[in-house]
């Protein structure tokens, strides 16, 4: 049996281009884009106020694709933790130039950096002055030239560098002639890609998915249409959006950065999650959409008598995701702030975005939403049986023109997670969930358990073969396992059973355990 959308969400309005770039359909207003002129500024630094127009910053984009182009000597034709209100922009003018953006955590390690810069094959690096030296020696163990690693500005940071900026590359970017638009063959957007965002998939080691720019235009098209519905009825044309979840996260990619420039909202960009700061944005600037991860509502229940201290009567949908939030949680939250909705989303990173998530006014305790437009679901039992019946768990199995091209370089796990059927391809989630009729009448997804082993530690994924890998590289070691286990703060974290060698050293054993945590 296949899962729909309810009746009452739209149609597409267009069927997404297969043939731009992200840069193109996000910079356009052929293809539903609020209009440019009229839009809020898209990107404004929630700690000092900085910002720009809708028309800058894509004027922006174009300067630095002409100097990022002349300094990489990168032919457009051919192929080939920062001041973040420049983050988005500067992955487009990758796109001008034909070029793929690999997105990486500020959070990764030296070695986790170097592992990812391998798998990429990347040619340069953005980086900034808290993460300089992890970049710097990722860099140099895969070759990449110093003359390639640029630098980003931080809100405070006056330290004096000797690599080129962004702003050195929209100077040279002025000097230069406009770059030849591409001239792309029928299709060729949905076979290329825009974007690398790395994923452990069901199980193994993070690995470097494929977005091709049909994924990420058709996602935002998705989750527009399926928007559209609550924003018209409470009369909202544009509003003011939270952005501090990382940019490098696809919940931070597709449903705070492009989705709300796209429909022209105004995205409040935090370079971090410190939690005064952050509602002290929310008080100063008048948001009104929190969209954040469980460990942030976790925090804001754990610390009440602070939150009073500020103005959040301008908050009206929160939206959460990354990992689910329970019921005694959403029941905390409303009770404090009882006039917010609160909704959640379901997605992967192999699925460019979300493919389920409540809207504003189908709002469950305990489910995760409806399907969005475009977007087909079936359920199957541990013998590959569908599962037809509401309130039966299985493995859910996704069809959306979000599924994404597979795992770059890595044809045998793309095998295992993607396949073709006789109505298109599809996607194996890995999660248990079931379906359940809710309250209003419309088919509500509930995510049960997870069939894949990953950990999710405040909403990003921890694979436990990569911290198995790491242990087992110490001689204390023999052998080792590393579950999940409930945590307050953060959802989940990770706990390892260790097998001790002979003539082990545990002191030792200790402080690598702490450094690889702290690196990851």
């Known amino acids: 049996m296949v899962f729909y959308p309810p009746s009452w969400v739209p149609d597409l309005p267009i069927d997404p281009p297969d043939s731009i770039s992200v840069a193109e359909f996000m910079s356009s207003e052929e293809y539903g884009r609020y209009p440019i002129a009229k839009a809020r500024r898209p990107y404004t630094c929630g700690l000092t106020g900085k910002t720009r127009t809708a028309e800058e910053v894509i004027r922006r984009e174009d300067l630095l694709a002409r100097g990022i182009g002349k300094a990489l000597q990168f032919d457009s034709q051919s192929g080939s933790e920062w001041d973040r209100i420049d983050y988005i922009p500067l992955t487009h003018s990758i796109h001008r130039l034909n070029g793929i953006a690999s997105l990486s955590s500020a959070a990764l390690s030296a070695s986790e950096l170097e592992h990812q810069l391998r798998a990429s094959r990347a040619k340069a690096i953005f980086t900034c002055a808290p993460l300089l030296d992890t970049a710097l020696k990722a860099t140099e163990a895969v070759g990449i030239l110093r003359q390639n690693v640029f630098f980003l500005p931080v809100p405070g940071d006056k330290s004096k560098q000797s690599f080129k900026t962004i702003d050195d590359l929209i100077q040279d970017g002025e000097k ?101 700061p952050f509602l002290a944005a929310v008080s100063r600037f008048k948001i009104q959409q929190l969209p954040i991860v469980p460990p942030i509502v976790i925090q804001m229940l754990d610390r009440r008598e602070l939150c009073s201290k500020y103005d959040m009567s301008s908050v009206r949908f929160v939206y959460t995701g990354a990992a689910p ?132 530690v405040k909403g990003h994924q921890v694979a436990p073969a990569e911290l198995e890998s790491h242990l087992l590289t110490h001689p204390a070691v023999s052998d080792c396992a590393v579950i999940q286990i409930p945590d307050a703060r953060a959802g989940e974290v990770p706990k390892a059973f260790v097998v001790k060698a002979e003539q082990s050293d545990w002191e030792d054993l200790e402080t690598k355990a702490k450094g690889q945590g702290e690196g990851g």
């Not at 909202?236 to 940019?247: A, E, K």
């Open 176 to 276: 230069l002639l406009p770059s030849p638009p591409l001239w792309w063959t029928k299709g060729q957007g949905a076979r290329q890609t825009a974007y690398l965002l790395y994923s452990s998939g069901t199980s193994g080691l993070p690995k470097p998915v494929m977005l091709s720019h049909y994924n990420i235009i058709s996602g935002i098209i998705q989750t527009c249409t399926f928007d559209s519905v609550s924003r018209k009825a409470d009369g909202i044309d544009t509003q003011v959006m939270l952005g501090v979840l990382p940019f490098s996260h696809v919940f931070g990619l597709m449903l705070i950065t492009h989705l709300g420039s796209y429909r022209g909202d105004e995205i409040i960009v935090m370079p971090r999650f410190e939690f005064e």
């Open 325 to 456: 939030l329970g019921k005694e949680t959403v029941d905390d939250l409303l009770s404090l702030y009882p006039k917010w909705r609160l909704g959640q989303g379901y997605g992967m990173t192999e699925t460019a975005t979300v493919f389920i998530q409540s809207s504003e006014h189908d709002t469950q305790v305990g489910t995760t939403g409806s399907l969005l437009p475009a977007a087909k679901a079936r359920i199957i039992d541990p013998d590959g049986k569908e599962i037809t019946e509401y309130e039966k768990p299985g493995e859910l199995l996704i069809q959306s023109p979000t599924v994404s091209l597979g795992y770059f370089n890595n044809p045998k796990a793309t095998a295992e997670t993607f396949f073709e059927d006789t109505d298109g391809r599809w996607i194996r989630t890995g999660d248990e969930v079931l379906v359940r009729m809710s309250d209003s009448g419309n088919e509500h997804f509930v995510v049960v358990d997870r069939v894949k082993e990953l950990i999710k």
